[in-house]
């Protein structure tokens, strides 16, 4: 806890500092504007003076004016700049704080994202949508970077070798923070909008990126050659005027491939503002010479597709679509083919480039999307410097032992962490307790800080050691008005499939989250199944936990070896209830469903 305080106001001083220089250099600017002003204003009047005594006089201040007004706008475009980035600089620390905090009203969302097709973790868990884990962790500057950290947030075969990879690669990433926010900075520069990876992997595997015939630029270079010779000599009337038909066939020789040409330009301009933002980040991978591990050979080896040869072709293609650029001018493209065949020559250039990067390129923006994930969660940790890289055990595989452990989507100052041991001679954990006293929210703590840990990510917990497994949640349920699914119903085939989960052959162990079992039906059938259920779970080869109302089935611990009772209580303050959220062994000594009912003013008798 102290390092986060430490670490909030060092970014809270910082974001001060910054406005305050963001403020100066705004007044600055204003100074600038109207410095402008003045320098036109006095220019014209003076140069307008010196005409009027005589011509050398007025052009002499002209040259003067132009120039001086030129300077000033100058100096004032590269503030503005300087502000523009200070600018985006800021509201990346400002998000940070947001992150934080779990100011969630400050923390960007981007709600026209693919995610992954909803499954239980994700909905459960509260892992993606608003307010969610993902929320809450994600600055990718790519569609598909976001979507990826949300599948390695949803890992549903987690493995000790990847899992310690993963912290790895992201403990290296947490020593670079200046190259994090140079990251987070040069994309929002390029670009608000977030990178479009497959839009730019499908400009690279087009199809027509032939290039065109070998013949076709020479014989158009000769003929314009020709064309410009013999014009500027049949003005000078040494020759009559052959230029014409020397025209008008170099005209027929271009227009042969016009329509492949003009169509892979438009791939280009439509792609081009994607491929800048793309080539930025590699070629800051690149330049950004802090960019070295100390201590991780993974690391190196991991960035070396986007630092050895993908700058070049990179930086080449770049250069070939800056002069691209040039020709969406009518009247500057056809200069430049008048002089030059210049269509052609810049087509086979971007052609050549393409076809080398095409098969590399799925490679390249893998590496990226997996860069920008572990951005994400390298930033998650080190805005929560007090979290811990959990232990990754795989000779037990009912491994799961916390101490501390809260709930990484809850505000601090509410925050309850608990202490928490799966004993291995226990299978099934049943938890009792009243109503809001925190059983929920204890299965959300467990699950969550299972996909962190298993995504590579710190955990929120001073000590954590567990296995992997699979994980199966059964939290939230919901009925189905359009398909006929009650909520019993729908509670009921989930349970099934986790039965179906737990009697398949699978080499990790599934670990279960039940809440409120059979909840949907009476009480005498909830009891009567539950138990049922419960002793069936206790035969199983997974282990888990499972919340109930009904103290009726914490007697299952007689019949049931391997089942443990635990409960969350409350107490009665004046005419309030207070809960203290911590978990205690044995079962729950209260009710309070009564009590709610009667402090809400209903009748109880």
Same mark, same amino acid.
């Given at each position: ?57 007025? =052009? ?10 030129? &300077? ?10 300087? #502000? ?10 400002? +998000? ?24 239980? $973790? ?26 990826? $950290? ?24 947490? @020593? ?22 497959? %839009? ?11 290039? !065109?015939?070998? =013949? ?26 052959? =230029? ?37 980040? &590699? $070629?800051?991978?690149?330049? *950004? @010479? ?73 490679? =390249? ?16 940790? !080190? ?11 795989? *000779? ?29 001679? %226990? ?8 109503? #809001? @006293? ?82 949907? *039906? +009476? ?11 419960? /002793? ?24 049931? /070896? ?13 005419? /309030? ?29």
């Amino acid at each position: 806890m102290i390092f986060y305080e430490l670490r909030k106001k060092h970014f809270q001083k910082l974001i001060v500092r910054l406005q305050d220089r963001l403020k100066y250099l705004s007044e600055k600017s204003n100074k600038y504007s109207l410095l402008r002003l003045v320098v036109f204003l006095t220019g014209s009047s003076l140069t307008a003076f010196a005409f009027y005594l005589n011509n050398l006089s007025g =052009w002499i201040l002209l040259a003067m004016s132009v120039t001086g007004f030129a &300077i000033t706008v100058h100096f004032h475009n590269v503030l503005i700049n300087g #502000m523009k980035k200070l600018s985006k600089y800021l509201d990346i620390k400002k +998000n940070h704080m947001a992150r934080m905090l779990i100011d969630w009203e400050n923390i960007p969302f981007h709600d026209n994202l693919i995610m992954p097709e909803e499954n239980s $973790l994700a909905k459960d868990l509260d892992i993606t949508g608003v307010k969610s884990l993902h929320h809450l962790m994600d600055v990718a500057v790519s569609n598909e970077g976001s979507f990826m $950290l949300s599948e390695y947030l949803l890992n549903t075969n987690p493995e000790k070798e990847k899992i310690i990879f993963n912290q790895k690669i992201v403990k290296e990433l947490s @020593s670079h923070q200046r190259f994090i926010d140079k990251f987070l900075l040069k994309a929002h520069l390029t670009s608000a909008k977030k990178l479009d990876c497959r %839009k730019i992997e499908n400009y690279f595997l087009k199809l027509d990126t032939i290039p !065109l015939p070998a =013949w076709l630029f020479p014989v158009n270079f000769i003929l314009i050659f020709i064309f410009l010779l013999t014009f500027i000599l049949s003005q000078f009337e040494l020759i009559a005027t052959i =230029w014409i038909p020397v025209f008008i066939l170099y005209f027929f020789c271009y227009s042969l491939f016009q329509k492949r040409i003009s169509g892979m330009f438009e791939e280009t301009y439509e792609t081009e503002r994607q491929l800048r933002k793309f080539s930025s980040l &590699i $070629l800051l991978i690149k330049e *950004t @010479s802090s960019l070295k591990s100390v201590n991780s050979t993974e690391f190196e080896n991991f960035l070396r597709p986007l630092k050895e040869e993908a700058p070049e072709l990179i930086l080449k293609l770049q250069r070939q679509i800056k002069l691209a650029v040039m020709r969406e001018s009518p009247f500057l493209r056809l200069i430049l083919n008048l002089i030059f065949p210049f269509d052609i020559y810049i087509y086979n250039k971007i052609s050549i480039i393409r076809n080398d990067i095409d098969d590399k390129i799925s490679d =390249w923006l893998n590496v990226l999307n997996r860069l920008e994930c572990f951005i994400s969660i390298s930033n998650f940790a !080190l805005l929560n410097p007090d979290y811990i890289y959990p232990k990754i055990e795989s *000779t037990d595989k009912r491994m799961f032992s916390a101490k501390r452990l809260g709930h990484p989507l809850l505000n601090r100052q509410q925050k309850i962490c608990n202490d928490f041991e799966f004993k291995k001679d %226990k299978k099934v954990i049943l938890i009792t307790g009243s109503n #809001m @006293s925190g059983k929920s929210t204890f299965l959300k703590t467990i699950g969550v800080n299972l996909c962190l840990a298993y995504s590579g990510a710190p955990v929120n917990a001073e000590e954590l050691e567990l296995s992997p497994f699979e994980l199966f949640t059964c939290i939230k349920i919901s009925d189905s008005v359009s398909d006929g699914i009650s909520y019993f119903y729908a509670e009921v085939k989930k349970l099934k499939v986790l039965l179906d989960e737990l009697t398949s052959e699978s080499e990790l162990s599934t670990f279960y989250l039940v809440d409120e079992i059979f909840k949907g *039906t +009476n009480n005498r059938e909830r009891l009567l199944g539950g138990k049922a259920f419960i /002793k069936e779970l206790s035969r199983s080869n997974g282990f888990g936990i499972v919340t109930t109302h009904d103290l009726e089935l914490v007697s299952l611990s007689d019949e049931i /070896k391997n089942l443990s009772n635990f409960h969350f209580r409350e107490e009665i303050s004046g005419l /309030k209830m207070v809960f203290d959220y911590k978990i205690h062994e044995g079962p729950c000594p209260t009710t309070n469903a009564l009590k709610i009912m009667e402090l809400s003013g209903l009748p109880v008798k």
